[in-house]
């Protein structure tokens, strides 16, 4: 495939129009990265909107989009300037991403993609041998309430409660990643050694209300402010010392809060 700024072979016939859902796996590097295209003709004006599964980020609206005589471009601020050429099926298009004289291949085919769940040996299995509770907390001021996940040991009282913070992103509960859940893992072992741990979805992903394309540091602080008082507010965890776990962005999301509050027991930054 040639470069995004050189012609592409002779001209086609004139190809029909591109439309409808279409997904591939960029190769960038030894990670390929699932995408999902959704194109739009609407009164010959071609959009489209780009999906990451993996990386949960969805709806993002595709730049510098054409289509014609068969090659398909378009520009992203990740991976660089894609061209593709549209295969004899009508069902393929075969190209690559561009970037500082890299190459990312991508192979895209009509249709949805199928969803396959990845099996991590390191995810946790049940039997637990601890109670697993959903959580809904409530950010009254912000209007938002957040889904997540409680987890407390089940044969004596916590020794303390451990609230994880996700990195920057949109991340659920499990900061999934790749088809890894490392907070899944986090929690499951702090729970077995004796903690309590909630950890949630952000704000507008999963089973969290609320809209992210504004979402500020302070914002993800206050959302954390309101799930140390949803724990405190719990009559089984009366008492229990509360701590920060954050990581990434989320650590500094941590040292934020626990400027903030004199109630916080413990801080522990990551990465």
């Not at 509770?133 to 040991?153: C, D, F, S, W």
């Not at 954050?246 to 809060?257: F, K, Q």
């Amino acid at each position: 495939m040639n470069r995004p700024n050189q012609r592409v072979g002779p001209l086609r016939p004139r190809s029909p129009a591109i439309h409808g859902t279409w997904h591939g796996a960029i190769q960038f590097g030894e990670v390929p990265i699932p995408i999902v295209l959704r194109f739009d003709n609407n009164e010959s004006n071609l959009t489209a909107l780009a999906d990451f599964p993996q990386q949960q980020r969805v709806g993002i609206a595709v730049r510098e989009l054409s289509f014609g005589d068969g090659i398909l471009r378009f520009a992203t601020r990740s991976f660089g300037d894609y061209v593709g050429e549209l295969g004899s099926d009508g069902a393929s298009i075969v190209g690559a991403f561009w970037q500082q004289e890299k190459r990312h291949p991508l192979t895209l085919h009509a249709g949805d993609m199928v969803k396959v769940a990845p099996v991590r040996p390191q995810t946790p299995q049940a039997p637990f041998g601890y109670s697993i509770e959903r959580a809904q907390v409530g950010n009254l001021a912000a209007g938002r309430l957040l889904a997540g996940t409680l987890t407390i040991p089940a044969d004596h009282g916590p020794r303390a409660i451990a609230l994880l913070i996700t990195g920057s992103g949109a991340m659920d509960r499990d900061e999934t990643v790749f088809g890894h859940k490392p907070f899944w893992i986090l929690a499951d072992y702090l729970t077995r050694k004796g903690y309590a741990v909630l950890r949630l979805d952000n704000r507008g992903v999963g089973e969290s209300s609320g809209d992210r394309s504004a979402i500020t540091l302070a914002d993800e602080a206050d959302d954390m402010a309101a799930a140390v008082e949803y724990l405190q507010s719990r009559h089984d965890l009366k008492d229990v010392p509360i701590g920060l776990i954050g990581h990434s962005m989320g650590a500094l999301t941590g040292m934020m809060l626990a400027a903030q509050r004199a109630d916080i027991a413990f801080l522990v930054s990551m990465a």
